[in-house]
Antibody, heavy 116, light 110 residues
Framework: QVQMVESGGGVVQPGTSLRLSCVASGFTFSNHGLHWVRQAPGGGLEWVALTTPAGSYIHYADSVKGRFTISADNSKNTLYLQMNSLRSEDTAVYYC?????????WGQGTMVTVSS | QAGLAQPPSVSKDLRQTATLTCTGNSNNVGNQGAAWLQQHRGHPPKLLSYRNNNRASGISERFSASRSGNTASLTISGLQPEDEADYYCSAWDSSLSAWVFGGGTKLTVL
């Protein structure tokens, strides 16, 4: 069964850091582009970051560039998102997604709340 | 990063046909095509189609996608109650080197 499971969300104060994880199963992890996409409460989808197999191709949305880092550990089938200098506007459900032509497999999401 | 333009809401009667639109530019929709995703409240998005008219695995033939220039469209025929959801388009933007999403269209089935 192909699935992706996120973890690591929580409530944090502005300016602090958090690391999200996404464990994948049921497919060859290292063969696909992997993304983080977020959705603010009541809002739409916002693409956050992308990494391709072997990390050869990494891109970020302007809104997180310089603060967030995407990485993958192929030996653990795990995707990460290191989030630093968090802001209130980063509050959202964070989804990981696998790319095969497009975002074909999504996790259930993990909620990140940035609040003082 | 500029997103794709979608109407905020569309309402149609049961068993009718709804067509949702998504307008971008020559760097995204007009170049790479668009994907469509469906999201029911409280659930993650689900891929419906990719690169304009390729239906994703397991998706009903009632869903069909197309593109004309910089505008992509999703047509849902024979509307059912379970089709009531938010629909998003997305595309790779070659000038931004980023994926962009539309703001989403809330489809109401009356």
């Amino acid at each position: 069964q192909v699935q992706m499971v996120e973890s690591g969300g929580g409530v944090v104060q502005p300016g602090t850091s958090l690391r999200l994880s996404c464990v994948a199963s049921g497919f060859t992890f290292s063969n696909h582009g992997l993304h983080w996409v977020r959705q603010a409460p009541g809002g739409g989808l916002e693409w956050v970051a992308l990494t391709t197999p072997a990390g050869s191709y990494i891109h970020y949305a302007d809104s997180v560039k310089g603060r967030f880092t995407i990485s993958a550990d192929n030996s653990k089938n795990t995707l990460y998102l290191q989030m630093n200098s968090l802001r209130s506007e980063d509050t959202a459900v964070y989804y990981c997604a696998k790319e095969s032509e497009s975002f074909d497999i999504w996790g259930q999401g993990t909620m990140v709340t940035v609040s003082s | 990063q500029a997103g794709l333009a979608q109407p905020p809401s569309v309402s149609k009667d049961l068993r009718q046909t709804a067509t949702l639109t998504c307008t971008g530019n020559s760097n995204n929709v007009g170049n790479q095509g668009a994907a469509w995703l469906q999201q029911h409240r409280g659930h993650p998005p689900k891929l419906l189609s990719y690169r304009n008219n390729n239906r994703a695995s397991g998706i009903s033939e009632r869903f069909s996608a197309s593109r004309s220039g910089n505008t992509a469209s999703l047509t849902i025929s024979g509307l059912q109650p379970e089709d009531e959801a938010d629909y998003y388009c997305s595309a790779w933007d070659s000038s931004l080197s980023a994926w962009v999403f539309g703001g989403g269209t809330k489809l109401t089935v009356l």
